[in-house]
């Protein structure tokens, strides 16, 4: 800003009406900023967290705020958690597996969904770094083939991670891994509002707008509501997949390492049981456009991953065997039945080892 428009500024300030406006917006301010400085992770995961969303589409905030809810969860009993991107939102239903966990067990165990749209597996260890020490039960992990090819030193890639909309909650392993990368660094002020002010800021008109109309967004289930994708949105997808798989031999070993560090990290700070789940696809994607040979080679490569873990790799698709007119698009759920056979599908495979010990 130019000096002349600096002093400009401060007599609009010092004038009579330059003042009392001044006092009046920092008068109107005091409750916002006041209130927000009070928000804490427990308070985020209540239903306030719906009125910081921008849109229904705002996954990111409700995983964050599921995210908040676990770190505040007493680990008195066994707990389900699943990590992974959008298309694990879709797939699976909270209540269904409580419901079939029941059904087999006798005990109902809470669930927390901490999926969010297009999280890579670094920044899976952002959402599972939550799960209080000491917690039990099961943790299913979504493992995919293009998941395998995140190029982390890729420009979009860092770009994207750079986005000061794209993170809440601290997460200290997290931000060490990309401060590695050089992609960003944080600092921590002890106070959950300062921390991520970044977060609220980018959303300040939404939630201005929320506050002001009594509005609140819900996510859970965004993808039944839809038809069917557009062709020449189906086509460009593909065209997409086809070049991320085209860099998997090269890509796949730091994700693996990611995912080595992610199993290291849960087995020292809890007892949770770890399990690789493959992400469920439109079997018309490998028709059109994934060879089933790469696939094979993919799945032989996670095997042996989850072996080396001693982990089990949970191959859904192969059990569910979907046909496409369940999928909105290449990967996501939009049939209520599917998902209620996923998820109880889910249960069953993930605990069938437990129940025969």
């Known amino acids: 800003m130019h000096i002349h428009s600096l002093d400009n500024l401060r007599q609009l300030i010092v004038s009579p009406s330059g003042l009392v406006i001044a006092i009046a917006l920092a008068v109107c301010s005091l409750p916002f900023v006041a209130g927000f400085a009070r928000v804490t992770p427990e308070y985020f995961g209540t239903s306030f967290h719906r009125v910081v969303a921008k849109s229904a589409w705002d996954d990111r905030v409700f995983g964050f705020a599921t995210a908040a809810t676990l770190s505040a969860h007493r680990p008195t009993e066994p707990i389900v958690v699943l990590v992974g991107s959008s298309s694990m939102r879709a797939a699976f239903d909270s209540d269904i597996i409580e419901d079939e966990l029941l059904n087999l067990t006798g005990k109902r165990s809470p669930v927390f969904k901490l999926a969010v749209s297009d999280l890579s597996i670094m920044e899976f260890i952002g959402m599972i770094e939550h799960i209080p020490a000491g917690s039990t039960g099961k943790l299913f992990i979504k493992v995919s083939p293009t998941g395998m090819t995140t190029d982390y030193l890729a420009e979009n890639t860092r770009l994207r991670l750079q986005n000061l909309d794209r993170f809440t909650l601290q997460s200290p392993k997290l931000m060490q891994e990309m401060k590695a990368l050089g992609i960003r660094d944080s600092t921590s002020y002890g106070n959950f509002f300062l921390d991520n002010i970044a977060f609220f800021c980018a959303r300040y008109k939404r939630i201005a707008f929320n506050?002001?109309?009594?509005?609140?967004?819900?996510?859970?289930?965004?993808?039944?509501e839809k038809g069917k994708i557009d062709q020449a949105h189906w086509n460009l997808r593909g065209i997409q997949v086809v070049q991320a798989l085209s860099t998997y031999e090269e890509k796949k070993h730091r994700n693996f390492d990611y995912i080595r560090s992610l199993a290291d990290y849960v087995r020292s700070n809890t007892g949770m049981e770890i399990i690789l789940v493959e992400q469920l696809f439109n079997p018309d994607l490998f028709s059109q456009y994934i060879y089933r040979s790469f696939y094979a080679h993919y799945q032989?490569?996670?095997?042996?991953?989850?072996?080396?873990l001693d982990i089990q790799y949970l191959d859904l698709p192969r059990l569910l065997d979907f046909d496409s007119s369940v999928f909105y698009d290449w990967t996501h759920l939009n049939s209520a039945s599917a998902i209620e056979q996923a998820s109880r599908q889910l249960v069953q495979s993930g605990y069938s080892e437990s129940l025969q010990d």
């Not at 032989?300 to 080396?308: G, Q």
Request: zero cysteines.
């Open 211 to 224: 506050l002001l109309t009594n509005q609140a967004f819900d996510v859970e289930h965004r993808y039944l």
């Open 300 to 308: 032989k490569d996670m095997s042996e991953l989850a072996n080396s």
